[in-house]
Each structure stands twice: as structure tokens, then as C-alpha cells.
């Protein structure tokens, strides 16, 4: 009979966010009249902006005609995405990119787990704890991370824990790791670390040879200057860091989908017998085997969030969903949880009353029909914290924290 890969049955049963909603799912069911209201993932709920749907709806009608139509592109992205991108997201912070370092692709979920395709699975992977779940399974079905033990850890998968303890702020590891994922703004914890901090990290990553694996989804919700918007504001980041970055949460393309992936033609790593090679050219084979690129109207969609009108709408989508999160914050204040985040990141990362992150999410569904995020799905360190999420509506936003504040803990 066909085998399977057996990295595969190390992993939990089912992906996180799936395992949240056949409970919400399950509890709708037996309450059809309860008006449940989620905060638990973070999905944008505002609309694509105008000057998007202009340029989106334009190129469609290109589609549509001979003189215009167009088949595959090219693989790495239009010139006229990756131009604009170097232009606008990098170039006003004194990060100087060429055309061939930048990667047009359909997510930063996809990117963040292939990556790894292109590194030996003999590499020893660090992640912060808690972290977004992608990183660390798209691993194990590699075949990095081995048996999951009793506290919720993959044998040979390095946790660097962040809580309330440490700030959340992430120790650099004891032993030498060979990559790092780092994901600031965080999801889940909505904290951030400043340029000084970020340093610490590709000072380890130089004197390590290592590689940073930087996931910069929700760079777009920085309010404080003191925070660095890309790893390459930090001196030698070039030659041991990728970025990754979406319009997903900058621009509402969670449903359209459209990121991209920085890999610094600097950047190298060797082989068994100590020859180096540019990741970069790894990255483009990788891509060229298996990936034929966004379409042509989501590329144009994507390239119209930097017109003037699609600048202005994108500032009023973040200033909105930051409104929320203060919301959040005030209104914890009024409740005795402890929590975090929320100010450079549209996740408030909260500390459980007294019982585990499960038993809250199962108290909160129940009592106040309002689904969060249970911490322990991002790691064993989330244990005893949920995540709320500012991606919602004023009004729905404005109800679930009255739900909140009105339940005994
Ligand atoms: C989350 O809620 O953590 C995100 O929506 C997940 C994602 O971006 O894939």
C-alpha cells in the first residue's frame, strides 16, 4: 500500500483556527438564536479600498480584450508591483532593494511555510513561543521538529518563551540555531520590539550563520516611530534576513491575495561540503518549479494600494481598526485581566483569570457568545492567555467588550 509521510502524524489533529470553528460551529447549533460575535481571527471585515477596485475592475476588462489580454506572468511578479513596492515600502526608510530580490506571491502563510523547503532538514529551527502556528508545522511535515512531548513541544524544535515575565521579549538562544522565525508587529502577543532589540537579533544571526525568517504582516499597524517598519532599517540584515510581507492585513486582500517575499541577494548558505549559495537564486528555482505566479488583476489591484487615493483609504482601514483596539484596551482596563499588545499590532494579548486558555474560551462562548483566540494554540507559553483581535466592526467590537466586561471572573 501507498505510504504516507509520517512527519504528518505529528501534528495536531487539526489546524488551529479549524479546530475554533467546529466548536463555535457546534455551539451555533445547539444555540441557533445566540448572536455569537467572533474576535478570535484576525480577518479583516472592511471593504477593499476604491482606488483597489478601480484598478482591480480595469484590469479585468483588460482580460477581456485581444489587445490586451494576457496569460502566465512572470513568475517573480510584474515589474510594476515590485517597482512600486521598492519605491514606496522601502526606499522612504533608507532600504535600498533591486527588482531581483523581490518576490510577488499569494500570501504570506504560503511563503512563510515553503521557505523552508530550500534549507536541509538537518537545520535546527528557533521559534518564538507563542507564534503563529505555520512556521512551526510547516516544519514538523518537513520533518523538523519530531515527536510533540507532554508540554506541548516538538522534541527538536527550539521554544524561545515569551511571557509577561520576560516583557515578551524573546531570548536569543543558548545554542546555535540555523533558523530563526521572528514575526514583528506579533501575532499573537501584539507586542513589538524596537530597533535596539531587533539588532540583538541579527547580531546573533551574523555571529551564528544563522538566518532570520522576518514575517512583517502587520507592519502597516505601527504607530510608535521608535519601532523599525523593516529588518533591513537594522546594519547587516541583508546578509541573514527575509521578509516577509502582505496586503492582506495592510490593505483587506485577505480574500484576494497578494504578499511578497524580500530574500537580499547578499543573503547565503552552504552546502554539506561548505560551498555557499544565494538563497536568493534557491528561492527563484523554488518558485519557478512550482509556483506561476499572482494574476494580472490582483497584481494591478495590489500596485493601486500606493496611488494617492489608495494610501488615504488604506491610513483610514488601519486608523479604524487601531480605534478598535484602544476600544479593547479601555475597556479591559475596566475588567481585572491583564493585558498586553494592541498599540503597534491589532492583537490584545490577555491573561486567562485563574484557569486554563480553553477553559476561558469555553466560558466566554458560553457566557457572553463572544470567540476568542485560546493562547495555548500558539504554544505551549500561551497557556493561561487569549488573544482578542481589533479586525471588526466598531459596533461589534463595541459589544462583545460590553459582554466581556459584564462576566464574573
Ligand atoms: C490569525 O488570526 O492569526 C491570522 O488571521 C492568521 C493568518 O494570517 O493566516
Redesign the pocket.
Known sequence: MTLINENYLHLEESYL?STINKKVEKYQKENPEANIISM????VTRPLPQAVIKAFKKAVEEMGRKETFKGYGPEQGYSFLREAIIENDYKPRGVELNLEEVFISD???CDTANIQEIFSTENKIAITDPV?P?YVESNVMAGRGGPLDKKGRYKNITYLPCTAENNFQPPTPEEKVDLIYLCYPN??TGTSLTKDQLKEWVDYAMDNKSIILFDG?YEAYIQEERIPHSIYEIEGAREVAIEFR?F??TAGF?GTRCAYTIVPEELEAEDSQGKTHQVNKLWKRRQTTKFNGVSYPVQVAAAATYTEKGRKEIKESIKYYMENARIIRESLEDTSLEYYGGVNAP?IWVKTPNMSSWQFFDKLLEEAQVVV?PGTGFGPSGEGYF?L?A?NTRKNTKEAMKRIKKIEF
Open positions: 483556527f478570535g481571527i484576525g480577518d500570501g504570506a502563510k503563529y505555520v501575532n499573537p504582516a502582505s492582506s492585513k485577505t492583537y483566540t488573544r483581535t479586525f
